[in-house]
Nanobody
Framework: QVQLVESGGGLVQPGGSLRLSCAAS????????MRWYRQAPGKERELVAH???????NYQDSVKGRFTISRENGKNTAFLQMNSLNAEDTAVYYC??????????????WGQGTQVTVSS
């Protein structure tokens, strides 16, 4: 069984920073893509950023220049550095990963989410 566990959320003032972590554990052969999604109250879940195994990244327009996604392949961990946070960034942030198991099949997993609240 594979688990994704997020951490690093919390309450931060506008203009502040947070760093989210996503650690994958279990029977993992490799992780091809790791993603961060978020879901604000009353809104649909949206893709924030993704990073491939080779390090290629892509961002939602609203976070470009403020958020940075990275990963440590050897530790099956991804990060989301969030700077210049504003109230519109308030949401539950979810980690998502495409994981290749030892049977060489690819499975998609979700973490449980971590709350980020931007408020003064």
């Amino acid at each position: 069984q594979v688990q994704l566990v997020e951490s690093g959320g919390g309450l931060v003032q506008p203009g502040g920073s947070l760093r989210l972590s996503c650690a994958a554990s279990g029977r993992i052969f490799s992780i091809t893509v790791m993603r961060w999604y978020r879901q604000a109250p009353g809104k649909e879940r949206e893709l924030v950023a993704h990073i491939t195994e080779g390090g290629t990244t892509n961002y939602q327009d609203s976070v470009k220049g403020r958020f940075t996604i990275s990963r440590e392949n050897g530790k099956n961990t991804a990060f989301l550095q969030m700077n210049s946070l504003n109230a519109e960034d308030t949401a539950v942030y979810y980690c998502n990963a495409d994981i290749v198991a030892y049977d060489r099949r690819k499975y998609r997993y979700w973490g449980q989410g971590t709350q980020v609240t931007v408020s003064s």
